[in-house]
């Protein structure tokens, strides 16, 4: 069986700045929709729905989570999602949040969007994501960037 070539720092570095540009890509849609910050959607007991992810937007947003000084992930009892501050309501790692927060809007604001108005930048994170050599397909955020954290402190470690 060929030996599967293993990522260096840097060339998995360039693949997530490669997730922030669908990002970027995303917010330069002229797609208009009103989000009024209301966090339903970051609650997931409240709408029975959970984010699915890409192994790149799981390691984005566990490096933006451990760049605030964190290293694993708080347990909710409530169901809203660990990264929405208890304290303010916002969200911790705004600017590194998945795609799914970003395209999944609630009624009142205005509704998700349509697959087809994002289908390119859905595939463009499928395609990432096999060269991450992610084989498992998008997982729920929570599941995701737990591994992702763990993955984090294993290459840590392994450097020392
Ligand atoms: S990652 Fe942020 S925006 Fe997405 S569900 Fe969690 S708190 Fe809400």
């Keep these: 069986m060929r030996k599967r070539h293993l990522l260096s720092v840097q060339e998995e570095t360039a693949l997530l700045r490669e997730v922030e540009t669908v990002y970027e890509e995303l917010a330069n849609r002229p797609i208009e929709r009103f989000c009024l910050a209301r966090t339903n959607c970051c609650r997931f007991k409240l709408t029975g729905e959970i984010p699915y992810v890409t192994r790149g937007e799981a390691l984005l947003a566990a490096r933006a ?9 708080e347990q909710t009892s409530d169901g809203r999602c660990p990264f929405l501050n208890p304290s303010d309501q916002r969200c911790r790692i705004y600017s590194a949040r998945p ?5 999944h809007f609630c009624a ?4 998700p969007y349509r697959r087809s108005e994002v289908l390119d930048l859905i595939r463009h994170l499928e395609d990432i994501d096999r060269r991450l050599h992610n084989q498992c397909g998008p ?3 929570v599941t995701a960037v737990t591994e992702a954290l763990r993955k984090i402190t294993a290459k840590e470690n392994g450097a020392r």
Excluded: E, H, M, N
């Design 65 to 73: 989570w451990r760049a605030s000084g964190r290293k694993a992930l």
């Design 99 to 103: 795609f799914a927060c970003r395209t």
């Design 108 to 111: 009142a604001a205005g509704g």
């Design 139 to 141: 997982r729920p955020l």
